[in-house]
């Protein structure tokens, strides 16, 4: 685990070397997290920039992620990445308690790659999301997938797709509104 790795700091490729099949699951929470408030424009963009590389990656059925070697040789001080775990362990009992593993489908090869394409359609809605309010489901939606891969719950998975779904449609409301209101306007 990380308490093996020496040093007051951490690197990311330390960290994802310890995740190995959880990687990717972290990193979709760790994506959707920003959009569950109400963020300014660059954080979704950037946060669904991220998640199309991770998205990507997945669909190819890659065993781990790949993140560019600048990225990976940055570090973390040791004592930021335990003060986070003790905060996100109560978090993730509570889960547990109710998510358990069901619904395998989603840890076979062609279930996550499956995963990865419908991410692949978040990580766009999550780039073009309505300012403030259009980012929040898709947030939500991400850690819920996220949270549902790293406890090997489909059915969260599931919940996380159908509130991505909501997301989307509440979205593609906003473009829909948004055009309508300028062809009435200059009467197209």
Request: hydrophobic content about 60%.
């Amino acid at each position: 685990m990380l308490a093996a790795q020496e040093g007051d700091r951490l690197t990311v490729g330390d960290i994802i070397a310890v995740l190995k099949d959880r990687a990717f699951a972290l990193l979709i929470v760790i994506l959707g997290l920003p959009n569950c408030l109400p963020m300014p424009p660059p954080i979704p963009l950037v946060c669904g920039l991220l998640l199309l590389l991770v998205a990507i990656q997945i669909t190819a059925g890659m065993a781990a992620p790949w993140l560019p070697r600048a990225l990976l040789r940055r570090s973390v001080a040791r004592k930021d990445v335990e003060r986070a775990a003790n905060r996100a362990v109560p978090l993730l009992k509570r889960l547990e308690n109710w998510s358990k593993p069901r619904m395998s489908l989603f840890e076979t090869a062609l279930g996550m790659r499956g995963v990865g394409l419908l991410l692949l359609t978040l990580s766009l809605a999550l780039i073009v999301a309505a300012p403030l309010v259009g980012q929040i489901p898709l947030g939500l939606a991400i850690c819920l997938v996220g949270l549902g891969l790293v406890e090997r719950d489909g059915l969260v998975v599931i919940v996380g797709l159908v509130v991505g779904a909501i997301g989307v449609l509440l979205n593609a409301g906003f473009v829909y509104a948004i055009i309508s209101g300028i062809i009435s306007l200059f009467h197209l």
